[in-house]
């Protein structure tokens, strides 16, 4: 079907007009494809043409000038055209030598027509034959594109797929997909890559390759392997249409996948709470998941304003895009939705001194994907501990969904997705939880914290960056954007609040918890608008 389509210069020279023509050079070009015919009379023509163009020309702009027509000629080359036919009689009566050894050394098609010819009968012979390609070309597209869609709803397996395609065009048609084999249709060819491993650089000669990707990341690949003849232009039309069909067939079985994945949910959410041995989940995961590799994991949890309202949250489509994202940087995903979150196993298969980084590397990927972005804008994280032992699932659990509720109170402060990392912001929460936290940040901050709030002062803000600064005044200085005589003035009004010895370790220490716990109380909105009665300042 493909092979009918490209228009050669070899095919024009049977079309009517050209029957007394002679080829006087580039007789090995002849196989060039030619995409228009255009009449040219000027020596400047580079800036004229888009390349695939075959030239027919009287001379009348050379005159028997042969340093013009050799100009002519290396712009034609330049350019690409297909090849130049002149008329010989009026204007020129020969061919110069120098230009048909260029012609010749470029396999460039020199033409000659040895009588008069007419040009706009030439022209529009051709550009009809062009057109009616492109309309037969187009045609066939879409009539293939109708059998792909019907297939899609009939198939059960991609292979079906390249049968379609392999009858189309004839050609042998590879796919493979991330960490699988190469499939051929019909066969594996006897020339060409014979490790398996297609790639740019293994494929054969004259082979075309489509990436198919899903998620924004590269699932599987497609490549067409010339037979009889090369690959074409609507060749790769086809290819197109074919990749994009195979990734609607296999995000469909993806999804279909996801949702059998879901009903798992309540068996997901007993281990979650621990309520399975290690013999019952190691038995579970070899059962159902054979080719997985287990080398300890970690719970992470999420949750989003909005996610529960109708029409605005696929669940499913967010857990198929979860676990394609984490496949691909080395965990097996198995999820479970608890009602006011979801939940999420990320059980690793690589090395464990890397399973952090690769989580904050997942998440990030995620929080930047068009889903999350339009959907989910105000998506929470919390990552647990890593666990070696199954059983312990629940600990991890637990220590995410506090990670959770850490980050969804500290809104709009840069924390930490792990729960290891907020060691201060859980010991906050425990004094939170059995003392009166408000009056202890109140002794310690209560006056500095006052005074702020009646001179419009800065002083806690400088006490914050010269802690951060293991106080050092001139780089305290230039964070705070002050001269040293202004830092010089705030740190005797800082010492007066809390004593010459507030840098000392235990005190600094103290200083330090207690500027944490002021911004989580008040990133809960509970000191708001009476901090100096919350504070127990008189």
């Not at 009026?90 to 000659?112: N, R, V, W």
Request: hydrophobic share 40%; charged share 25%; proline share 3%.
């Amino acid at each position: 079907m493909g092979g009918n389509f490209p228009l050669t210069v070899a095919d024009i020279l049977q079309r009517k007009h050209f029957e007394n023509t002679m080829v006087v050079a580039g007789k090995e070009g002849l196989s060039r494809t030619v995409k228009w015919v255009h009449v040219v009379e000027v020596t400047k023509i580079s800036n004229l043409l888009r390349g695939k163009e075959l030239i027919l020309s009287t001379g009348v702009g050379w005159r028997e000038d042969d340093s013009l027509f050799l100009s002519l000629l290396q712009q034609l080359i330049e350019c690409d055209a297909s090849g130049l036919c002149i008329e010989l009689g009026t204007y020129a009566s020969s061919i110069p030598e120098e230009a048909i050894e260029l012609a010749d050394q470029h396999h460039f098609p020199l033409i000659l027509f040895l009588e008069e010819v007419p040009f706009v009968e030439i022209t529009h012979d051709i550009h009809t034959y062009l057109i009616n390609q492109q309309y037969k070309m187009i045609s066939q597209l879409e009539s293939y594109s109708q059998e792909l869609n019907k297939k899609l709803l009939a198939i059960h397996h991609h292979r079906d797929i390249l049968k379609v395609l392999h009858r189309c065009l004839g050609h042998d048609v590879m796919f493979k997909m991330n960490g699988g084999e190469a499939e051929y249709v019909p066969g594996r060819p006897k020339r060409g890559n014979e490790s398996g491993v297609p790639s740019e650089a293994s494929l054969p000669p004259g082979a075309v390759s489509k990436p198919i990707s899903l998620f924004g990341t590269e699932y599987a690949e497609l490549a067409l392997l010339p037979t009889d003849r090369d690959i074409n232009e609507f060749d790769l039309l086809i290819l197109d249409r074919t990749a994009t069909a195979l990734a609607q067939h296999l995000l469909r079985n993806l999804y279909i996948e996801e949702k059998r994945r879901t009903e798992e949910n309540e068996w997901v959410k007993g281990w979650m709470e621990g309520k399975y041995t290690d013999e019952e989940v190691s038995s579970y995961l070899s059962h159902y998941f054979p080719y997985y590799q287990i080398n300890g994991g970690a719970v992470w949890v999420c949750k989003a304003e909005g996610a529960g309202q109708k029409g605005n949250f696929d669940s499913t489509y967010f857990k198929l895009l979860c676990r394609s994202v984490f496949e691909q940087r080395g965990f097996f995903l198995l999820s479970s939705d608890m009602g006011r979150h979801l939940a999420f196993i990320a059980i690793n298969q690589r090395d464990e001194a890397t399973w952090k980084s690769r989580i904050a590397e997942s998440i990030r990927c995620l929080m930047e994907s068009e889903f999350v972005q339009t959907r989910l804008p105000h998506l929470l994280v919390g990552v647990g501990t890593f666990v070696k032992s199954l059983s312990a699932m629940k600990k991890s659990y637990a220590a995410a969904l506090e990670a959770l509720t850490i980050r969804s109170r500290m809104k709009g402060k840069s924390t930490s997705l792990f729960y290891n990392d907020l060691d201060l912001y859980r010991m906050i929460t425990v004094l939170d939880k059995y003392s009166d936290l408000r009056e202890m940040v109140g002794s310690y901050l209560g006056p500095i914290i006052e005074y702020d709030r009646k001179h419009n002062g800065k002083l806690l803000e400088t006490l914050k960056v010269y802690l951060q600064c293991n106080g050092s005044k001139q780089e305290t200085a230039r964070r705070l954007f002050i001269v040293r005589q202004t830092l010089y003035h705030r740190m005797e009004k800082l010492e007066r609040f809390l004593g010459t010895d507030f840098m000392e370790a235990d005190k600094r220490l103290a200083l330090e918890l207690m500027l944490k716990a002021y911004d989580y109380l008040m990133s809960g909105g509970e000191m708001h608008g009476q901090r100096r009665a919350a504070l127990g300042a008189e």
